[in-house]
Nanobody, 114 residues
Framework: VQLQASGGGLVQAGGSLRLSCAASGINFGLNVMNWHRQAPGKERELVATISRDSNTNYADSVKGRFAISRDNTRRLVYLQMNSLKPEDTAVYYC?????????WGKGTQVTVSS
């Protein structure tokens, strides 16, 4: 199983970024896909989840600003991040569970300047 996240970068507060995660080695259409983030000195936190039926859930801190989506044909999951704030600065990780095991991508850095 491989998860490859991309799309991070440096953006000013109020700006937008779209993260992508390419998955291989899993039956992608059946997997719940998640985005987590970890800021310096803080624990990793769940940001957004999308089910196989594209039902979504979000952390309270990003509701109304972030949107998770998936393209089962292309085996991609996206995180559209709008109205970014400095506190959104973190490394963002794509995650899934497959046959009871956790799989993580390498992460992509998002830095929001004030």
């Amino acid at each position: 199983v491989q998860l490859q996240a991309s799309g991070g970068g440096l953006v000013q507060a109020g700006g937008s970024l779209r993260l992508s995660c390419a998955a291989s080695g899993i039956n992608f259409g059946l997997n719940v896909m998640n985005w987590h983030r970890q800021a310096p000195g803080k624990e990793r936190e769940l940001v957004a989840t999308i089910s196989r039926d594209s039902n979504t859930n979000y952390a309270d801190s990003v509701k109304g600003r972030f949107a998770i989506s998936r393209d089962n044909t292309r085996r991609l999951v996206y995180l559209q991040m709008n109205s970014l704030k400095p506190e959104d600065t973190a490394v963002y990780y794509c995650h899934t569970r497959n046959w009871g095991r956790n799989y993580w991508g390498k992460g992509t850095q998002v830095t929001v300047s004030s």
